[in-house]
């Protein structure tokens, strides 16, 4: 099947792009209660405790932020995280069809009751609560023999790339370096 397309590329491409008119005017009919839900609406809470340990960020930020979130309507599950610098976060998923606005509203105010829990350092640094989506979106992977100089340079490209989406399609862009330089540029977006 495959050879008869290698040997006529140029019925392969109409054969493609009639699909692909095909697919443009099929979506253009489509009613929006049809669009599927993508992935659940998701909160992320967001802290800094300079100089703490993971460990200590998990006893004193992130189970005084997972035992405050409890009765919250519609809550799918949570997930936590805390590393070595000090960063912890904590996800908390809902269900399908949950608005993300009212989500957000709860779970500052849960979050609100708990403050005076937390450790100075972290009401110091502040606390962001963030709508997000469920997954990475788009992961950049930069390779290169001049590492520091293509990277860095790649990494700036990207991110005022990401900047930019934030502006013309009104998402939210965050970047996270998941490499060894600084300026690493993979990141995600999520729709506001």
């Known amino acids: 099947m495959s050879d008869f397309f290698i040997d006529r590329p140029i019925f392969a491409w109409v054969l493609a792009i009639m699909m692909m008119v095909v697919g443009i005017v099929s ?11 993508v992935a659940p609406p998701g909160v992320t809470i967001s802290t800094i405790n300079p100089g703490a340990s993971a460990e200590t960020g998990e006893k ?4 005084v932020i997972e035992q405050a979130m409890t009765g919250i309507d519609n809550v799918l599950y949570m997930s936590s995280t805390a590393d070595s610098s000090g960063r912890s976060e904590v996800r908390i998923n809902f269900l399908p069809g949950t608005d993300p606005d009212i989500a957000q509203v709860q779970v500052q105010n849960k979050l609100q009751a708990a403050m005076p829990q937390l450790p100075q350092a972290v009401r110091d640094q502040g606390v962001k609560v963030n709508k997000t989506a469920t997954g990475v979106m788009m992961v950049v992977a ?6 520091v100089l293509i990277t860095t340079m790649w990494a700036i490209i990207w991110r005022r790339i990401f900047l930019s989406l934030s502006v013309v399609f009104m998402v939210s862009v965050r970047h996270r370096c998941l490499g060894r330089n600084t300026l690493c540029a993979s990141g995600w977006t999520r729709i506001n």
Not at 27 to 37: D, G, N, S, V, W
Not at 60 to 63: A, E, G, P, S
């Open 27 to 37: 979506i253009t009919q489509l009613p929006i209660e049809q669009y599927p839900e």
């Open 60 to 63: 004193t930020v992130v189970q």
């Open 142 to 147: 930069l390779s290169a023999q001049m590492v």
